[in-house]
């Protein structure tokens, strides 16, 4: 039997998956903000970053491992680009937890920065929808991208924002009478859900 092209098995994936009426997994949660929280605020600040492969998550070893380096590298990136100035990152072991907000305000006033942002990112298998407005929505299985972020403000430990965004390893091209869909790889995934992130939290 002649091997069946990556984009086509995919789009068999999801459509195989499709069931009328199902719930969309939302791809991004609202954002909390205080009331009088600016972007431009956070001027420099310590990261604490932590990552999470769920067991369903069908990643290589090899990307299993790599993982957590590849975020960090993407969301210190992805600051940098904002003119954000990382004091200090220092990443979670998997089985642990995050800080509590005093003891990372205190970190951040420690290293003499404004602010602390907290990050944590789970991977795992999930079932997704795409091209929501066309006449067949596509629904199937996929590799998603949990990511949680809070902003600490230093002086007091004070959570300024926390947002949640969901981003699924697929791309999916909607216009025209028939949808396609591809295949994102772990670093294109990561990228693009740093970037949604990060867009997230510092949206004017």
Not at 68 to 73: D, G, H, K, N, T
Not at 89 to 111: F, N
Not at 167 to 195: F, H, I, K, L, Y
């Amino acid at each position: 039997m002649p091997a069946v092209p990556a984009r086509a098995a995919l789009l068999a994936l999801l459509v195989a998956g499709c069931t009328p009426g199902a719930q969309r997994e939302p791809p991004a949660f609202p954002t909390a903000r205080a009331s009088d929280f600016r972007p431009a605020e956070v001027r420099q600040a310590v990261v604490l970053v932590r990552v999470v492969v769920g067991s369903t998550a069908r990643l290589s070893e090899r990307d299993r491992k790599e993982l957590p380096a590849l975020y960090e590298s993407a969301l210190l990136e992805a600051l940098d680009a904002r003119a954000i100035l990382v004091r200090d990152v220092r990443s979670v072991e998997a089985r642990g937890a995050l800080p509590e907000p005093g003891t990372a305000a205190a970190r951040a006033r420690e290293v003499g920065v404004d602010h602390a942002l907290l990050v944590s990112l789970r991977v795992e298998e999930d079932v997704v929808r795409v091209c929501e407005e066309a006449r067949r929505p596509l629904q199937g299985q996929a590799i998603v991208w949990r990511q949680e972020a809070r902003v600490l403000r230093a002086a007091d430990g004070g959570e300024r924002l926390r947002a949640e965004v969901t981003t699924a390893d697929v791309e999916a091209e909607c216009e025209g009478p028939r949808p396609s869909v591809q295949r994102r790889g772990v670093q294109a995934t990561t990228t693009a859900a740093v970037e949604r992130l990060v867009g997230k939290i510092f949206a004017r």
